[in-house]
T-cell receptor, first 112, second 115 residues
Framework: GNSVTQMEGPVTLSEEAFLTINCTYT??????LFWYVQYPGEGLQLLLK?????DKGSNKGFEATYRKETTSFHLEKGSVQVSDSAVYFC???????????FGKGNQVVVIP | EPEVTQTPSHQVTQMGQEVILRCVPI?????FYWYRQILGQKVEFLVS????????KSEIFDDQFSVERPDGSNFTLKIRSTKLEDSAMYFC?????????????FGPGTRLLVL
């Protein structure tokens, strides 16, 4: 079946540091890939998405490239801010159904 | 910007009681979803709903669960007889059309605690 794996544990880093959150997936078809972000007290918000291999999704300085050869969709940002502190979820949807399969999420804490 | 809203934000109930979680999807959306996240675990799909009927459900969505669109704006999830293991954050989502490329817009969630 479809599944998403995110790196274990929270991520703590200083302001202006480089952020990477790893995401790998298993899918039977040709999935679309998403990153959602959840700020404290709010719902899941779409951060970016990519719908086919080699597509790059980008938004608010974040980027992720759909890599079919490594089944990955790693999230990166070159210089994080305190306001980027949130939980980040990688997700996929696959052919034939509308359900999203999520990773466990990563708590990111940016320290001033 | 249009958003999905959910009520209540928190719900505490006794085991065996019925609960109804409410959602107001984005007004011109046609597809509605429920997901849940047990503490420390992944967000899991429960059910999708279109044209007044369930279009897909997961193995979690057993006979204790039901969904309804009682009017033109609300979308509800009912748990008939709650169990301790139903304690979770429940998220409602909606999308304008179906398809794997379509964005689902999520509400802020209802935290359910079953005692």
């Amino acid at each position: 079946g479809n599944s998403v794996t995110q790196m274990e544990g929270p991520v703590t880093l200083s302001e202006e540091a480089f952020l990477t959150i790893n995401c790998t997936y298993t899918a039977t078809g040709y999935p679309s890939l998403f990153w959602y972000v959840q700020y404290p007290g709010e719902g899941l918000q779409l951060l970016l998405k990519a719908t086919k291999a080699d597509d790059k999704g980008s938004n608010k300085g974040f980027e992720a490239t759909y890599r079919k050869e490594t089944t990955s969709f790693h999230l990166e940002k070159g210089s994080v801010q305190v306001s980027d502190s949130a939980v980040y979820f990688c997700a996929l949807s696959d052919n034939g159904n509308n359900r999203l399969a999520f990773g466990k999420g990563n708590q990111v804490v940016v320290i001033p | 910007e249009p958003e999905v809203t959910q009520t209540p934000s928190h719900q505490v109930t006794q085991m065996g009681q019925e609960v109804i979680l409410r959602c107001v999807p984005i007004s011109n959306h046609l597809y509605f979803y429920w997901y849940r996240q047990i503490l420390g675990q992944k967000v899991e799909f429960l059910v999708s709903f279109y044209n007044n009927e369930i279009s897909e459900k997961s193995e979690i969505f057993d006979d204790q669960f039901s969904v309804e669109r009682p009017d033109g704006s609300n979308f509800t999830l009912k748990i008939r007889s709650t169990k301790l293991e139903d304690s979770a954050m429940y998220f409602c989502a909606s999308s304008g059309i179906a398809g794997t490329q379509e964005t689902q817009y999520f509400g802020p969630g209802t935290r359910l605690l079953v005692l």
